[in-house]
């Protein structure tokens, strides 16, 4: 479906808000920056801010792009015969190559980094969100593979692949805060998502395989 003039209009205005915040945020701290002095900066009204926005930390991390369900998201979306693990490697992999701006793979974020390092609300909504994203792939897990809700496997499986999800950014922190480049950052990040690969046993990496999906009558 082409995308109308409102929902355009809608989209871009979301987009300037949230780039206006994050520039006063990295000038002068998360903290020192009042919604009412972001709307202004954008030229709308404080609760155009909060129509857009439910949480001052969701300028930062829109729910968009730091979805609780993004791995749970790579995993539903998986071809047949294609294992969960396979799948977040896979969709990492191609968010690298595309120097992709969920991760921050974009020149520049080195600053928006350590502003959100220097913020307590972000680090901790960071870690929610992490723990939120292992929760909902267990639960994936647990359904497609018929498991209980507190079945082990698919909460260790889960846990696993949120660990691995984890120190790629972890690492894209530690390079950007270093001053290190989007393209140098990119070709070690696809060389430590070799590694972790090369070290995941067989049980993970074939764990939670789709079937094919049966034909049409």
């Known amino acids: 479906m082409t995308e109308g003039l409102r929902e355009r209009k809608k989209r871009q205005t979301r ?41 001052k930390e969701d300028l930062v991390l829109p ?3 730091a979805s609780p369900e993004r ?14 693990a396979r799948a977040v490697l896979g969709r990492l992999r191609d968010e690298v ?22 913020a307590p609300t972000l680090t901790a909504r960071l870690e929610e969100l992490g723990e939120q994203m292992t929760d909902a792939l267990s639960a994936v897990l647990a359904e497609e593979t018929g498991a209980g809700p507190d079945a082990p496997l698919p909460r260790a499986a889960a846990a696993q692949l ?8 972890r690492e894209i922190g530690r390079r950007v805060a270093a001053g290190e480049g989007p393209d140098a950052t990119a ?6 998502l070799d590694a972790t690969e090369d ?17 049409p009558g």
């Open 15 to 55: 987009r300037r808000i949230c780039e206006v915040a994050t520039a006063l945020f990295v000038e002068r701290g998360f903290e020192q920056v009042t919604i009412a002095e972001v709307a202004a900066a954008a030229d709308v009204s404080v609760n155009t801010v909060y129509n857009y926005f439910q949480a």
């Open 63 to 65: 729910p968009e792009q």
């Open 71 to 84: 791995l749970a998201d790579m995993v539903r979306r998986r071809g047949p015969g294609e294992s969960a």
């Open 97 to 118: 190559h595309r120097r992709d701006r969920v991760l921050g793979l974009t020149d520049g974020f080195g600053r928006v980094y350590r502003m959100m390092r220097a």
């Open 162 to 169: 949120g660990a691995v999800h984890a120190l790629v950014l």
């Open 187 to 192: 070709r070690a990040l696809l060389e430590l």
């Open 199 to 215: 070290l995941l046993g067989e049980r993970l990496l074939t764990y939670a395989a789709r079937k094919d999906r049966p034909g």
